[in-house]
């Protein structure tokens, strides 16, 4: 069978928790170049009681998978993160009904380009998710398409990013959280002194606030 964007035949991981329905869910989304595989152990790190779904970046750009396109001048394909987080809600709201977790309660965890997924997939599909956790993220769109203002009132987002990390320059960070802040959501920013990597020590403090 081949697979769509949001159908179960898209290549995934399931690895469900002790009490399926019970337990929160993460979405985990890996970076450029990475699979579903990618973020396993950084999902069980945030939360070893949680079901973990992790799903394929479909993009393929010369072999490597991706959620969405970057273009050479730093740009994304906005018109393609849209798309993106439509199949990913849709690919969430079927693999609930097939898993039996929580649909609503639910964490996008993302690296890069699935960090910028989670970002906007929160924005552009703000009922699919509880919060999300974005590691070396930035601001996807110049403009974000809604086509109404969500309301991300009670909302949890943790960003964190590196300071010399040129994929994520401050100012777009600072916009990012003006406009998740904006919208009613709850924002927490880390930053530590490296680049475009993942801190252990922003894992281990979110790990212990998400729980």
Request: hydrophobic share 40%; net charge negative.
């Amino acid at each position: 069978m081949a697979s769509s964007a949001s159908d179960l035949a898209r290549p995934h991981v399931w690895r469900p928790a002790n009490d399926v329905a019970a337990a929160k869910t993460l979405l985990l989304l890996h970076g450029s170049g990475a699979d579903e595989f990618d973020l396993l152990p950084l999902g069980k790190a945030l939360d070893p009681t949680a079901n973990l779904l992790s799903p394929r970046g479909l993009v393929r750009v010369e072999g490597a998978n991706r959620f969405f396109m970057r273009y050479e001048d730093g740009s994304f394909d906005e018109a393609g993160i849209v798309r993106n987080s439509a199949d990913l809600a849709e690919f969430l709201w079927v693999a609930s009904g097939e898993y039996g977790f929580d649909p609503d309660n639910v964490y996008a965890v993302g690296f890069s380009n699935g960090a910028n997924a989670a970002g906007a997939m929160l924005l552009l599909q703000p009922d699919s998710l509880q919060g999300i956790v974005a590691f070396g993220t930035t601001k996807s769109f110049e403009k974000t398409p809604f086509k109404k203002l969500p309301s991300l009132v009670g909302k949890r987002v943790w960003i964190a990013n590196g300071e010399q990390d040129h994929y994520s320059p401050p100012e777009r960070t600072e916009a990012m959280i003006q406009e998740f802040e904006g919208l009613g959501a709850k924002v927490e920013l880390l930053m530590h002194p490296g680049g475009h990597t993942i801190a252990g020590e922003h894992v281990q403090q979110i790990a212990r606030q998400l729980s």
